[in-house]
């Protein structure tokens, strides 16, 4: 997985399935420092753009997250969907910093479950206070930041466990509020609640029971460690597969 860095006055990061990219637009024009051409790391780029890749070969890079301090925080994800690909030898969690300006990251750190521990790896990350919050298989988990470090030093707490993972789509992307709302996608188990699932001409199940637990948004409460799934806190259905969700200031 390829994380590319795209040059705007402020900084892009992108997920692609290859490296991790980033890319940058230098406040001049095309060519870059020392008459060379621009980089383009690979992508289709607006005239005056510049891409370098940030990272490369992380594994299934899902979603990631900026802190302040430049710290890039990834997810990688470990699933049925990628076959043999091979595991990583750390953590599914990844901090990437450059501490050079280069457009590169030069320091790589893993952290979080791991494969020797039947860890999975997730889809959602997210920053919130001091604390980054992340999917693990079945659970939404928190890390506290240490300051002086890009890797969190303590045990991550549980904020959400039970979280539904069978079916088409096992995945939880996440976004918490300026007030703490934490809000969770949980996809259908089905591609579109057939009676045969992905079955040509198949008629629908009517009701679809399966949206009493699946294809909706659950809202949580980001501070608050130990909660459980249940059909209690959905906060919206009828949402087949949110796979990034977003929460617009203002």
């Known amino acids: 997985m390829r994380i590319s860095h795209v040059a705007l006055p402020m900084v892009l990061l992108v997920c692609s399935f290859g490296p991790v990219t980033a890319a940058a637009l230098p406040p001049a024009a095309p060519a870059a420092q020392g008459g060379q051409a621009c980089p383009d790391a690979g992508l289709k780029l607006p005239a005056g753009f510049c891409a370098t890749?940030?990272?490369?070969?992380?594994?299934?890079?899902?979603?990631?997250?900026?802190?302040?301090?430049?710290?890039?925080?990834?997810?990688?994800?470990?699933?049925?969907?990628?076959?043999?690909?091979?595991?990583?030898?750390?953590?599914?969690?990844?901090?990437?910093?450059?501490?050079?300006?280069?457009?590169?990251?030069n320091v790589i750190e893993r952290f979080g479950a791991t494969p020797a521990h039947e860890g999975k790896g997730g889809t959602g990350i997210a920053l919130y206070k001091d604390w980054l919050y992340a999917e693990e298989a079945d659970r939404i988990e928190r890390y506290r930041l240490t300051p002086g470090s890009i890797v969190p030093q303590d045990k991550p707490e549980v904020i959400v466990s039970d979280l539904p993972?069978?079916?088409?789509?096992?995945?939880?992307?996440?976004?918490?509020?300026?007030?703490?709302?934490?809000?969770?996608?949980?996809?259908?188990?089905?591609?579109?609640?057939?009676?045969?699932?992905?079955?040509?001409?198949?008629?629908?199940?009517?009701?679809?029971?399966?949206?009493e637990t699946r294809g909706g948004i659950w809202r949580f409460d980001a501070s608050k460690t130990g909660q459980k799934f249940s059909p209690a806190e959905r906060y919206a259905t009828g949402i087949r597969n949110a796979d990034g969700i977003a929460v617009a200031a203002g």
């Open 165 to 211: 993972l069978s079916g088409d789509h096992p995945m939880h992307p996440f976004v918490i509020d300026a007030d703490g709302a934490l809000y969770v996608d949980v996809a259908s188990a089905t591609n579109s609640c057939q009676k045969g699932n992905r079955q040509f001409e198949s008629p629908g199940i009517n009701p679809c029971t399966e949206l």
């Open 53 to 105: 890749v940030f990272a490369d070969d992380i594994g299934h890079a899902r979603h990631l997250v900026v802190a302040k301090n430049g710290v890039v925080y990834v997810n990688t994800r470990s699933s049925r969907y990628y076959g043999n690909a091979p595991l990583p030898t750390g953590g599914f969690l990844v901090a990437l910093q450059d501490t050079t300006g280069s457009g590169k990251a």
